[in-house]
């Protein structure tokens, strides 16, 4: 009878450790393990016909078990702590791996080669790779979740690579993993949802990114305001572009105490016709100015709709 995925994925995780490996194989390939057998606590309730707990109960447990965090954490310094020691400061190396050509991992890489950087494009789908060969500067057939295809290709030997897998979560974790236990320096990784992006983070991955939440939250401040633009940068702090509001017209932005008033910093300012340039106390604010100001977000909203 065919094994479960979960208890597949079990049997695969537990391959080949053994006591004589070094620390660092060992630290990998723990890691490796724990995450692994947490994807098959995620795919029992799947496959078991709607029994036991469900997907997003598993997943809160993932995220709330403290022996799991510690666990992750303390694995996650010690990786670091070698790659600290192993790869000093040197020039910065204008070469990206981008795993998974899908839509975003292709806009990324075209985006990339257009900024002069070397893209070495990697899917499991040949017609993918055919497809983009010409636009990249190199593009090859792969899975890495087998780590002996991440070193075949050479991606070890990157310094920054990124996770584009955005249509399997197991696929997305196990890639990381590997490149996490090749001690690549710079990796980012494409999460699906805010629960995946929390696995990938607690498995070391230095950077996550969910474009479409943060695309959708984007244009919803923008559908919502009078913005011309937004970005967030953390939790609670922005960076807007808007035309001038009225009340701040006709004088020096230190005679309207915006920072005061209102809980924002005017950081740039744009005449019709002109570049934008920095902005200064003594910079006087004339209408249909388009302003560039930074704050805590309810802040910058809030001067945004000042009319």
Not at 87 to 107: E, K, N, T, Y
Not at 168 to 193: D, G, Q, R, T
Not at 207 to 227: D, N, Q, W
Request: charged residues 25%; contains cysteine; negative net charge.
């Amino acid at each position: 009878m065919t094994a479960p995925p979960f208890e597949g994925i079990y049997v695969f995780g537990t391959v080949d450790l053994d006591t004589t490996m070094s620390d660092e194989d060992r630290d990998a390939r723990q890691m490796a393990l724990v995450l692994l057998m947490s994807i098959g606590q995620l795919a029992r309730p799947l496959v078991s016909g709607g029994h036991g707990a469900s997907a997003p109960a598993a997943l809160n447990r993932l995220r709330s078990d403290p022996q799991l965090v510690n666990y992750l954490h303390s694995l996650r310094r010690r990786r670091r702590k070698r790659l600290a020691d192993q790869h000093p400061l040197r020039p910065r190396d204008q070469r990206v791996a981008v795993i998974g050509l899908g839509r975003f991992g292709i806009s990324l890489a075209n985006e990339l080669m257009h900024r002069g950087w070397d893209v070495l494009g990697i899917d499991t789908d040949a017609r993918l790779v055919q497809k983009y060969s010409d636009a990249l500067t190199h593009a090859a057939v792969g899975d890495c979740t087998d780590a002996e295809v991440l070193r075949q290709l050479g991606v070890h030997e990157f310094t920054s690579v990124v996770v584009a897998i955005g249509d399997s979560l197991e696929a997305s974790i196990l890639v990381s993993s590997n490149l996490l236990e090749v001690e690549v320096p710079n990796i980012w990784a494409k999460a699906v949802s805010r629960q995946h992006g929390q696995i990938l983070e607690r498995l070391g991955v230095h950077h996550v990114v969910l474009p479409e939440h943060e695309m959708g939250e984007r244009v919803a401040h923008l559908v919502t305001g009078r913005m011309l633009d937004f970005i967030e940068f953390d939790d609670d702090y922005a960076l807007v572009k808007t035309v001038a509001p009225d009340v701040i017209t006709g004088m020096p932005l230190g005679q309207s105490q915006v920072r005061s008033k209102y809980g924002i910093t005017v950081v740039g300012i744009k005449r019709p016709g002109e570049d934008f340039t920095y902005a200064t106390a003594d910079t006087v604010v004339e209408k249909s100015d388009v302003l560039v100001v930074t704050g805590k977000t309810h802040a910058v909203e809030g001067f945004a709709e000042l009319s």
